[in-house]
C-alpha cells in the first residue's frame, strides 16, 4: 500500500523542517516544496525514500500546482520577515498563501495546514500582522475546510529568538528592552508546534479549525530576559528603550544583507503574543507544551560548546 503523501512549503525553514522530520516518522512521504530543492537534500539526505525535494515557489502557479499534484495533504510554513526586492508580504503572506489553498483544491489535496501565528488580525496597524490576517481569510476562502495553525514565539535551538537574547547577554552587560518589557509573550517550543501540525492533519474530522499554540507559561518581556539571565548566570542590567529608537536602529539594520532585528518585529514586540484562549490548542491535540525553563539549560550547554571562549 502506497503511503500518503504530504507536501511541505518552506519545508527547509526553522519550522517547516521538524514538521518534515515528524511527518516522515509518522508514515507519510514528503514533499520537500522549496525555492532552493539542493537546501533540502542536504538538510535531510538522499537515503530517506520517504522524503524528496522539490523545486517550488509559492508566487508561481505552475511549481506550486506540481507539488501538490497527487498529494493528500500540504503544510504552508513558508514565512517572511523583512520585504526585500520583489518579495513583500502581500506577495508570500496574501498572494502565495492563497495559491497554494487555490492549487491545493484543485489538486483535491483533502486536507490543508497554514501556518500563520498568534494575532494575525486584519485590521492591524502592524503591516506583517495585518498581511499574516489578510493570508488567513484568503486561504479560508480559497480552501474552506483548511486548518490555522497560529504559533506563538517559537523557541528552539537554532532559532531567531532565544538564541539572540542569549548572544546579547553574553556581549553586553546592560540590556536595552523594547519599551518598558511589558510586552506578554507565551513562548512556545518549536518541536511542539511541529507535532501539533502533524496531529491536526491526523485528525478524522474534516472541517476547519484555527489553532493557537501559544507555550505553558506566560512571561511579560522582562520577566522573561530575567529568566533568561537568571539561567544562564548572567548579571545583566534591563534598561528600558523606547520603541521609536528600537525603529530608528532597525530601519537602518534592513539595509544590512542579514539584519539581526527588522521594523516589523519591533511593531510586533509593541502587542501581547498570547493566545486567546477561545480557540482550541496543544491540549485539543494531545500534546503537553514544553516549558522554556526545560528547553533553556540545554540551549546554553550547546551554545558553550559551540562557543566555548566564554560563551552561554
Not at 208 to 231: H, N, Q, R
Request: proline content about 7%.
Amino acid at each position: 500500500m502506497d503511503l500518503p503523501i504530504v507536501t511541505v512549503f518552506g519545508g527547509t525553514g526553522f519550522l517547516g523542517r521538524r514538521v518534515v522530520r515528524r511527518l516522515s516518522e509518522h508514515a507519510f512521504v514528503v514533499r520537500v516544496a522549496t525555492r532552493r530543492p539542493a537546501r533540502g537534500r542536504e538538510l535531510f539526505g538522499l537515503d530517506d525514500p520517504h522524503i524528496e525535494s522539490v523545486a517550488a515557489d509559492v508566487q508561481d502557479d505552475q511549481s506550486v500546482a506540481a507539488a501538490v499534484a497527487g498529494a493528500y495533504a500540504a503544510v504552508n510554513a513558508v514565512s517572511l520577515y523583512v520585504e526585500r526586492g520583489g518579495t513583500s508580504f502581500q506577495g508570500i503572506h496574501v498572494a502565495g498563501a492563497r495559491r497554494v489553498a487555490v492549487q491545493a483544491r484543485l489538486a483535491q489535496v483533502r486536507r490543508l495546514a497554514h501556518v500563520s501565528g498568534i494575532g494575525s488580525n486584519p485590521a492591524s496597524p502592524s503591516l506583517y500582522v495585518r498581511r499574516r490576517g489578510e493570508g488567513e481569510l484568503a486561504v479560508r476562502n480559497a480552501f474552506p475546510a483548511a486548518l490555522i495553525i497560529r504559533p506563538a514565539v517559537m523557541f528552539g535551538p537554532d532559532d531567531a529568538f532565544l538564541s539572540i537574547i542569549l548572544r546579547t547577554l553574553k556581549v553586553l552587560p546592560i540590556y536595552p528592552m523594547f519599551g518598558l518589557g511589558e510586552t506578554r509573550l507565551q513562548p512556545a517550543d518549536v518541536e511542539d508546534v511541529a507535532e501539533a501540525i502533524v496531529r491536526a492533519l491526523q485528525r478524522e474530522e474534516l472541517r476547519a479549525v484555527t489553532f493557537d499554540c501559544g507555550g505553558p507559561s506566560v512571561y511579560s518581556y522582562k520577566e522573561l530576559l530575567t529568566t533568561i539571565a537568571a539561567e544562564a548566570g548572567r548579571r545583566t542590567l534591563l534598561v528600558p528603550l523606547p520603541f521609536a529608537a528600537w525603529r530608528t536602529l532597525a530601519w537602518l539594520c534592513e539595509r544590512l544583507p542579514n539584519p539581526p532585528i527588522t521594523t516589523n518585529q519591533v511593531d510586533l514586540m509593541r502587542f501581547d503574543n498570547v493566545a486567546s484562549g477561545h480557540a482550541p490548542g496543544f491540549a485539543e491535540l494531545g500534546i503537553t507544551p514544553h516549558p522554556l525553563e526545560g528547553v533553556l539549560p540545554g540551549m546554553i550547554a550547546r551554545r558553550a560548546m559551540e562557543h566555548p571562549a566564554g560563551a552561554i
